[in-house]
Structures are given as C-alpha cells and as structure tokens.
C-alpha cells in the first residue's frame, strides 16, 4: 500500500510516499480502505522531530473509510461498513489503516467531514470531562475558532453550559453560530469578559496557548479551574492542568458525536483537502496558518 513516510527530520521536503506492506487488524481492531485522512499540527511537529525521536515515522491519527478486515472479536463492524476513527499506530495516512477505535460514520456526512471529528472531539471532551464542564456551567475557550476549540464550544454548550469564546473579529460570527459569546484575544482580554459576566466564569479551557494562562486563572478563580492542552511550560509556572491524554484518552466520543451532527448541533468546517500524494503542500498550508477548519488528506 502507499503510505506517507519520512526518513528524516526537517520541511515539508522530506515527506515522501512510500510502498509499505498492508497492515493486519489486531484483536479488536478493524482495517479500513481508507477515502480521507486527517492532518493534524502534530504531524508537522513530528516531522520536525519535536515529538518523537525514531525514524522512519510513518503518519496520521484519524481516518474514515470503508471496513475490509475485520480483527479477532470484532462484533460491531462488518466488511463494506462506514466508519472513522483512531489508528494507534500513527498510520493513518495511507491506503490503509487499521483503527483501534471507532464507529459508524453519520449518514449526513461524507468521508471528509467524517476524517475530520475524531482528534477534535476526543481532545475536547476530554477536556471538558477534566474540567468538569456541565450544565450551567460558564466556560471560558481561549481558541474557539480552531477545530478544538469549536468542538470544545459545540459539545459544551450541547452540555447545557454558557460559553464565552476568544477569537480574532473575523471568527465572531462563526462562533455566534456555535452557541458562544464572542470576545477578542489580546490585551484587555480580562475586561472584554467581565463586560459579559461580571464575577468571571467557573471554568476555562486554553486551547490557543498564547500566553494568557494568568488571566484565564484570574477569570476562573484559581488554577484548579483551569486546563490547557497547549502549554505546557505555562501550565507548569502557573499550577494549570495540561492535558494530552496520558491519562486516558476520551474515545467514547466516537459513538456519541453521531447522534449530535444528525440533530443538527455539532459541525466541524473542512477547511482545504489535498491528495494523498500533495502531503508537503497539505503541511505547508497548515504551518502558514491561514486555512480556517480541518486539513484533510483524500485517499483513493
């Protein structure tokens, strides 16, 4: 199968497709043809050698495809089934990929948007089960127009929680639609929030890590109210919480998100899509930063 590959850290340059075996589902795991591929700000880190050390390294966290193989035990797929998920494996972007957790893609959705959900769902509501987040609840997103954050709004306020979102001008409108209370990033951060709730909020999530860690501890009332998933230094000098998942990841997300984009009340944005074969031009876009929603990989 072809699959994408680098044998050595650096740019965009160094990412090559290769010809690698197919892989075999494990016990409880199934193979998909995959049709779409997520791409994500750690593959570029990886890439980089910022995360991991060994090479080669192959890629990708999050597909949608086609069931073809079904692993030992497996009861809740057949062959020919729609589904998205997690490769473990980090292999994702390929022609195929075995998932280790997954479902059903909803029917509304094409492969696409379906290879968009799992990294941004799982990573927000493990976020907001850290914080506790709940009905009434008042939220803090500092990042709320990026996939994360976004979903982060969406599930929040599907919890029945008030959400209070930051983002650049040009994103208000955006998140208005999500359910949030737009305020801008930046200096005076403090007091755009206050203006909208007067005794700040019970709880924030920091998924922009831009340097604000202080403030949102203000907001919240101390630092046990706090998660980040983006600074980690930060969280360390200032007590907040950091959060990527070594502690258990939140894959129940999967099987719950269906019934929310079916009601019409959970949608993330496909920003740009690129064949498999234009990975470099696909990370380049993404370390630019101007491509708004989800960075996705069209396989097959």
């Known amino acids: 199968m072809k699959a994408v590959r680098f044998d050595r850290f650096g740019g965009p340059e160094v990412l090559e497709i290769v010809e690698l075996p197919d ?6 795991q199934v193979r998909i043809a995959v049709r779409a591929a997520g791409v994500n700000p750690s593959d570029w880190k990886k890439r ?8 080669p390294q192959t890629l990708g966290h999050e597909a949608a495809g086609v069931v073809d193989a ?3 035990g497996v009861t809740d797929a057949a062959v020919g089934d729609r589904v998205f998920g997690f490769s473990v494996e980090g292999a994702a972007q390929a022609e ?11 029917p509304s ?23 506790g987040v709940r009905a009434g609840s008042r939220l803090l997103v500092n990042g709320a127009s990026g996939s994360v954050g976004a979903a982060a709004v969406q599930l929040a306020v599907a919890r029945g929680a008030r959400v209070i979102g930051t983002a650049g001008a040009a994103n208000h409108a955006y998140l208005r639609s999500l359910g949030a209370e737009p305020v801008a990033y930046g200096a005076g951060l403090v007091e755009r929030v206050r203006a ?3 005794d700040g909020v019970d709880l924030a999530l920091d998924v922009a890590g831009s340097g604000v860690l202080p403030e949102l501890v203000g907001l919240a009332g101390g630092p046990e109210h706090v998660v980040t998933i983006a600074d ?36 993330l ?23 708004r929603g989800k960075l996705v990989l069209l396989v097959g």
Do not use: K, N
């Open 23 to 28: 892989p075999r589902p494990g016990p409880g």
């Open 48 to 55: 980089r050698g910022l995360l991991d050390e060994e090479l």
């Open 70 to 72: 079904l692993g030992e």
């Open 96 to 106: 195929l990929a075995v998932l280790s957790h997954y479902a059903p893609i909803p």
């Open 109 to 131: 959705l094409d492969f696409p948007a379906a290879a968009a959900l799992p990294a941004a769902v799982e990573t927000a509501t493990r976020s907001l089960d850290t914080l």
């Open 196 to 198: 909208l709730a007067p």
């Open 232 to 267: 980690f230094a930060g969280a360390r000098e200032h007590g907040v919480r950091f959060s990527r998942g070594d502690d258990g990841r939140a894959v129940h997300a999967l099987a719950g998100i269906g019934a929310l984009v079916e009601a019409g009340r959970f949608a």
């Open 269 to 291: 944005p496909v920003g740009r899509t690129f064949p498999l074969a234009d990975i470099a031009q696909a990370h380049r876009a993404g370390e630019d930063g101007q491509v």
